[in-house]
């Protein structure tokens, strides 16, 4: 049986309230019992002391019930957390009674059943006291949770909105190596901004000879499959020299890899058509650098922006479709 004290309802019942004015008086079986009741159950002397005094100077002027009755209506008025511990109590004392031998004859089935009465109303308050505070813990969590989730997504547009700045700095970047090294980081920050999984980092590979600005390569992964993601920088467009040893590298893995190839520049009509031909082996994507950042732009998801290509290429044979 628990005590009633719901955190949310500070003052007795009707119901209760009403059920303690007639159960006390039975349990206290002289009138100086009334005022020792009280005070055992740690109620201020404020609430009877004025009381007790009108019954020290003429007993016969003072009844249980009337005492009772305003002790209680004072107590329940008390909106302090002082008052509710003090009402605690006295619910406490009454449920938790078992001896009623030392009561009148007449009294003792009547306080019984009072007593009984009242278990039932705490057990029944308690229970929807329960049921209310798990429903409204459970609001709380959800509201917690959601704006947990507005606060990330505003962390990640911001996050997103420096690293379309940062990206577009790079253009000026006249340093070769700089601008890769500076590259490699901001696209790992980039897809994972999106929850897109980083499986490896990025690496650059540049070979300046061949006038290779920056070359990344490493794994994504979307929707449970794996890619295998390498980028160009080049001064001239993307050719089939430039796309067939990510093609090969994608076909000497499992047959679950797939490829996905950014390139800063264009893509010349030679290299399309070897990612065509390559989609009759392994599922492989092409996307330009501007792509990303219209994509930044846009707001647009990136997972979404890969899905859009990854079906066009499987359905239409199209690598390199613009998903704007």
Same mark, same amino acid.
């Given at each position: 049986?628990?005590?009633?004290?719901?955190?949310?309802?500070?003052?007795?019942?009707?119901?209760?309230?009403?059920?303690?004015?007639?159960?006390?008086?039975?349990?206290?079986?002289?009138? &100086?019992?009334?005022?020792?009741?009280?005070?055992?159950?740690?109620?201020?002397?404020?609430?009877?002391?004025?009381?007790?005094?009108?019954?020290?100077?003429?007993?016969? +002027?003072?009844?249980?019930? @009337?005492? $009772?009755?305003?002790?209680?209506?004072?107590?329940?008025? /008390?909106?302090?957390?002082?008052?509710?511990?003090?009402?605690?109590?006295? #619910?406490?004392? $009454?449920?938790?009674?078992?001896?009623? +031998?030392?009561?009148?004859?007449? /009294?003792?089935?009547?306080?019984?059943?009072?007593?009984? @009465?009242?278990?039932?109303?705490? =057990?029944?308050?308690?229970?929807?006291?329960?049921?209310?505070?798990?429903?409204?813990?459970?609001?709380?969590?959800?509201?917690?949770?959601?704006? &947990?989730?507005?606060?990330?997504?505003?962390?990640?547009?911001?996050?997103?909105? @420096?690293?379309?700045?940062?990206?577009?700095?790079?253009? =000026?970047?006249? =340093?070769?190596?700089?601008?890769?090294?500076?590259?490699?980081?901001?696209? =790992?920050?980039?897809?994972?901004?999106?929850?897109?999984?980083?499986?490896?980092?990025?690496? #650059?590979?540049?070979?300046?000879?061949?006038?290779? #600005?920056?070359?990344?390569?490493?794994?994504?992964? #979307?929707?449970?499959?794996?890619?295998?993601?390498?980028?160009?920088?080049?001064?001239?467009?993307?050719?089939?020299? /430039?796309?067939?040893?990510?093609?090969?590298?994608?076909?000497?893995? +499992?047959?679950?890899?797939?490829?996905?190839?950014?390139?800063?520049?264009?893509?010349?009509?030679?290299?399309?058509?070897?990612?065509?031909?390559?989609?009759?082996?392994?599922?492989?994507?092409?996307?330009?650098?501007?792509?990303?950042?219209?994509?930044?732009?846009? @707001?647009?998801?990136?997972?979404?922006?890969?899905?859009? &290509?990854?079906?066009?290429?499987?359905?239409?044979?199209?690598?390199?479709?613009? +998903?704007?």
């Amino acid at each position: 049986m628990g005590v009633y004290g719901p955190e949310d309802s500070y003052h007795y019942p009707t119901e209760l309230l009403l059920l303690l004015q007639k159960c006390i008086p039975l349990l206290c079986p002289a009138k &100086k019992d009334v005022f020792q009741f009280f005070r055992a159950a740690g109620t201020a002397s404020r609430y009877y002391s004025d009381w007790q005094n009108r019954w020290s100077a003429n007993p016969a +002027s003072v009844g249980k019930y @009337e005492v $009772v009755r305003d002790v209680l209506k004072r107590l329940n008025e /008390d909106k302090t957390d002082l008052g509710l511990r003090q009402r605690r109590e006295i #619910i406490k004392r $009454v449920t938790a009674w078992e001896s009623f +031998s030392t009561l009148w004859p007449d /009294d003792q089935l009547k306080a019984k059943g009072l007593v009984a @009465e009242i278990q039932q109303v705490v =057990n029944a308050t308690d229970s929807f006291t329960r049921m209310k505070q798990a429903l409204e813990t459970e609001q709380r969590e959800k509201r917690e949770a959601k704006q &947990k989730e507005l606060a990330a997504e505003r962390a990640k547009r911001a996050q997103r909105a @420096e690293l379309h700045r940062e990206i577009g700095g790079l253009f =000026n970047e006249p =340093n070769h190596q700089k601008r890769g090294k500076a590259l490699e980081s901001l696209l =790992n920050r980039l897809f994972a901004s999106f929850d897109i999984l980083v499986r490896e980092a990025f690496t #650059i590979r540049g070979d300046l000879g061949e006038g290779v #600005i920056a070359q990344l390569d490493g794994a994504l992964t #979307i929707d449970g499959d794996y890619y295998l993601v390498e980028m160009k920088w080049l001064k001239e467009k993307v050719g089939p020299e /430039d796309i067939s040893p990510h093609v090969v590298r994608v076909l000497h893995r +499992s047959e679950a890899a797939r490829g996905i190839f950014i390139s800063a520049t264009d893509y010349t009509p030679g290299a399309i058509h070897m990612l065509r031909e390559a989609l009759n082996f392994r599922t492989h994507v092409a996307a330009g650098l501007h792509e990303l950042i219209f994509a930044l732009e846009k @707001e647009t998801d990136l997972k979404d922006l890969f899905r859009r &290509k990854i079906q066009s290429a499987i359905i239409d044979k199209n690598p390199l479709s613009f +998903s704007f």
